[in-house]
């Protein structure tokens, strides 16, 4: 069962904005396109902290074995939650 942890909002220039909220967390955050990436390996989007600026995780474009559906995989970690990895996807029933 997935769990919804943010709503984002994709801008023009590919970046995307929402709110990250947990128990813990609630956080404006920015997913900001990473175009001068350094290897092949390197994120796609860093995510910031739009309250402090601090970079608090990373995401990559993905493609998914079962259903060949591209999706986003991120990770999120900050001393105040620990590591947490997911994904994002459109909303149930389409955007």
């Known amino acids: 069962m997935a769990t919804t942890i943010a709503n984002l909002t994709t801008k023009a220039d590919g970046s995307m904005e929402g709110v990250f909220a ?12 990473n175009t001068n990436k350094s290897r ?9 902290n739009k309250r402090t600026g601090f970079e608090i995780g ?14 986003l995989s ?16 459109p909303p149930r029933g389409g955007l």
């Open 74 to 89: 991120v990770k999120l970690e900050a001393p105040s939650m620990g590591v947490i990895f997911g994904f994002l996807a």
């Open 22 to 33: 947990t128990l813990r967390v609630n956080a404006p955050i920015t997913l900001i396109p």
């Open 58 to 71: 990373a995401g990559w474009h993905r493609i998914s074995q079962r259903s060949g559906e591209e999706y």
């Open 40 to 48: 092949e390996d390197a994120p796609d989007y860093r995510i910031v």
